[in-house]
T-cell receptor, first 115, second 112 residues
């Protein structure tokens, strides 16, 4: 597809379980971002990849959150021992260049509900 | 984490009216100020953006006004249409940061 693809679109899990959220960015985009959007709030930065490496993971709330991008394309956000407070929409965005000020292309998000 | 404050939280405008959303920022290093539009169930999409070397940018019915000294910028939607009903986010970023900081959003409803 032409846009950023995120799967699953919806995930319901129980407290304490492990979840993985996948992002397939626009082909050729080197920069990839994960954001978290809670109800009624703006997107909150989690992590930024430039190529395969996590260039900035300062937004990850704690060590239960981890993300990888092993081949510089698809990325997976991993959440261990989920808590009810992790419930949110997780947005992935990509950008074509290393320039840090410019358009972000967002996916439709993965809505995570932790019961 | 919020460094961009947005108001109002919600806005109701009649069709044909002007919608105005305001944002204020704190970090003087910010040098790129976009507005994103988000429809329910969709990701945010870039609407219009401005850099601080100009005080105004217009694209069709959408205008950004920028006041560097006051550290404020606003979005004006002229001739508002029901199809403009969405949530609007202001944002800011700089070359010193890897992330883009978003406001809390404004839910705009345009009544026919």
């Amino acid at each position: 597809g032409a846009g950023v693809s995120q799967t699953p679109s919806n995930k319901v899990t129980e407290k304490g379980k492990y979840v993985e959220l996948r992002c397939d960015p626009i082909s050729g985009h080197t920069a990839l971002y994960w954001y978290r959007q809670s109800l009624g709030q703006g997107p909150e930065f989690l992590i930024y990849f430039q190529g395969t490496g996590a260039a900035d993971d300062s937004g990850l709330p704690n060590d239960r959150f981890f993300a990888v991008r092993p081949e510089g394309s698809v990325s997976t956000l991993k959440i261990q021992r989920t808590e009810r407070g992790d419930s949110a929409v997780y947005l992935c965005a990509s950008s074509p260049t290393r320039v840090r000020t410019g358009e972000l292309f967002f996916g439709e998000g993965s809505r995570l509900t932790v019961l | 984490q919020q460094q961009v404050k947005q108001s109002p939280q919600s806005l109701i405008v009649q069709k044909g009216g002007i919608s105005i959303i305001n944002c204020a920022y704190e970090n003087t290093a910010f040098d790129y100020f976009p507005w994103y539009q988000q429809f329910p169930g969709k990701g945010p999409a870039l609407l219009i953006a401005i850099r601080p070397d100009v005080s105004e940018k217009k694209e069709g019915r959408f205008t950004i006004s920028f006041n560097k000294s006051a550290k404020q910028f606003s979005l004006h939607i002229m001739d508002s249409q029901p199809g403009d009903s969405a949530t609007y986010f202001c944002a800011a970023s700089s070359d010193n940061n890897n992330d883009m900081r978003f406001g809390a959003g404004t839910r705009l409803t345009v009544k026919p």
